[in-house]
């Protein structure tokens, strides 16, 4: 499955020139990637009491700009499910234009630290969106 948000390009996301200034897609990354955890049941202001899942390694490309006022939709898939981490797919398409693709890496850690293994509930949750490679 493919888990997917709206977002409309605001004028907080622009440069002076209009376009997406390429820190706030990752601000966007990031929102997509909050939001999937609340769909699948596990909040960050509920994870992050005992846990968190810091941002590990992050790879984008921006094949197109996107301008103030454009309609993204926001994609993920998990690419990669470990013990600790998780490897998500991120895109972004307008007008069945590709505007960026990567791939985010989150670490499940302790408040000391150290990862820790995902939830049984919460890697049951993310399973039907592990890519399919077939």
Known sequence: M?????QKVLFKHCDPAGLVFYPRYFEMINDLIETFFDHVGYPFETLHGAYAVPTVQIDVTFPAPSRHGDHLELALQI????????????RATASDRLRFE??????????????????????????PYIRSTT
């Open 102 to 127: 990567g791939t985010s890496t989150l670490v499940h850690i302790t408040k000391d630290g150290q990862p820790t293994p995902w939830p049984t509930t919460t890697r049951a949750a993310f399973t």
């Open 79 to 90: 690419h990669r499910l470990g013990t600790t981490s998780v490897t998500f797919e991120c």
């Open 2 to 6: 493919v888990f997917s948000i709206p």
